[in-house]
Nanobody, 126 residues
Framework: HVQLVESGGDLVQPGGSLRLSCVAS???????????MGWFRQAPGKEREGVAA????????TYDASMKGRFTISQDNAKTTLYLQMDSPKPDDTAMYYC?????????????????WGQGTQVTVS
């Protein structure tokens, strides 16, 4: 079982910056077929949506055109910590941000395709 713990959520001003972190338990390396880790977000009254994802092979992708160039996903060398660098956030980026992992190398933008979830970290842009 993989455990994910997010941190770094905070109140940030528009145009500022924020970095979210997600620490995965070492059992993620037991997924020998490879895995995908991603960031999702959910604002009140809205569905959960994909933000960015990266496979254990290192391919990084972003989901929404409005986020590309502002958000950057990365991993540490040990591939146990996932980051989301948020630059120039907007009030519309206010949401609970979740880290997720999928037991498949190929990434997906559907939350239903992910097997493990963190508890979330709140980001408020105001």
């Amino acid at each position: 079982h993989v455990q994910l713990v997010e941190s770094g959520g905070d109140l940030v001003q528009p145009g500022g910056s924020l970095r979210l972190s997600c620490v995965a338990s070492r059992s993620i390396h037991d997924i020998r077929s490879g895995y995908c880790m991603g960031w999702f977000r959910q604002a009140p009254g809205k569905e959960r949506e994909g933000v960015a994802a990266i496979s254990s092979g290192g391919l990084a992708t972003t989901y929404d055109a409005s986020m590309k160039g502002r958000f950057t996903i990365s991993q540490d060398n040990a591939k146990t910590t996932l980051y989301l660098q948020m630059d120039s956030p907007k009030p519309d980026d206010t949401a609970m941000y979740y880290c997720a992992a999928r037991r498949v190398l190929a990434c997906s933008w559907s939350p239903a395709d992910f097997d493990y979830w963190g508890q979330g970290t709140q980001v408020t842009v105001s």
